[in-house]
């Protein structure tokens, strides 16, 4: 009896053994498989539950640095895209569309071409447009006067030098052989001036040619005067005198 009793409580014990290390066993594993649901919910369950120490630290490290590339990627990137984008309109308007432009260039800044004149002064000669020309005359640096062509010959009386800037944009220039108005007078060329005064600083010039008809006429209304027939250019000024030269 001892001995089946012995071996049955033996036999209890073995099955106690069994039935604690089984309890142990569940225990264990239901140790294991707690950590396990943490990965799969994620960070609401394992961030603020059991493993603070283990567990939730990679977890929070992990949401942490991404945050912070998140916040450093937002900051870096509104800043360049802007740079660029902006860049390229800022360009655009400075470098081609404000010159201006422009555009067409403006009236009178074609390259000059220069002239000496008959008493050693110069005439600066600008295209206009439209075939017609302005000449500066300029003498040592100092500005005397300008001539103009409105869709014909132009021509100025400077102190008894008369020029004759013509539609071609090319200047004549002469000193005397002036006669003064009203009268009629032989002129180089064949041609004949019949000076008359019609106002103040307002006098009209007919030229006759060999057989008296009028060929054309010249009207200096306060401002000169001047004309080019068959090669004689002709200047007529506001105070009546007219000259001309081949």
């Not at 120490?53 to 640095?65: F, I, L, R």
């Not at 132009?154 to 005397?176: E, K, Q, R």
């Not at 007919?206 to 057989?211: A, E, S, T, V, Y």
Request: charged content about 10%; proline content about 10%.
């Amino acid at each position: 009896m001892s001995t089946l009793t012995n071996r049955r409580s033996s036999a209890v014990r073995t099955l106690a053994g069994s039935a604690l290390a089984a309890a142990l066993l569940v225990s264990t594993a239901t140790a294991c498989s707690s950590p396990s649901p943490a990965p799969g919910t994620a960070a609401p369950a394992a961030a603020p539950t059991t493993p603070s120490a283990q567990g939730t630290t990679p977890p929070a490290a992990a949401p942490s640095a991404p945050t912070t590339p998140d916040a450093a990627a937002p900051a870096s990137t509104p800043a360049a895209p802007p740079a660029p984008g902006t860049a390229a309109p800022a360009a655009t308007p400075t470098a081609r569309h404000t010159t201006t432009p422009p555009a067409a260039p403006p009236k009178g800044t074609s390259p000059v071409r220069t002239q000496k004149l008959v008493d050693g002064s110069t005439a600066e000669i600008r295209a206009t447009g439209n075939q017609n020309y302005v000449a500066k005359i300029v003498n040592n640096g100092t500005e005397y006067g300008t001539l103009e062509t409105h869709d014909s010959d132009a021509g100025v009386d400077f102190n008894d030098m008369f020029i004759v800037l013509s539609l071609d944009g090319t200047a004549h220039s002469w000193m005397g052989g002036g006669h003064q108005g009203p009268g009629t007078f032989k002129l180089a060329g064949g041609w004949t001036a019949k000076v008359t005064k019609i106002g103040e600083l307002h006098y009209r010039a007919q030229i006759l040619g060999n057989d008296g008809a009028v060929n054309g006429t010249l009207e200096a209304n306060q401002q000169d005067a001047g004309a080019v027939a068959n090669g004689v250019y002709m200047v007529l000024s506001t105070g009546g005198e007219i000259s001309a030269k081949m």
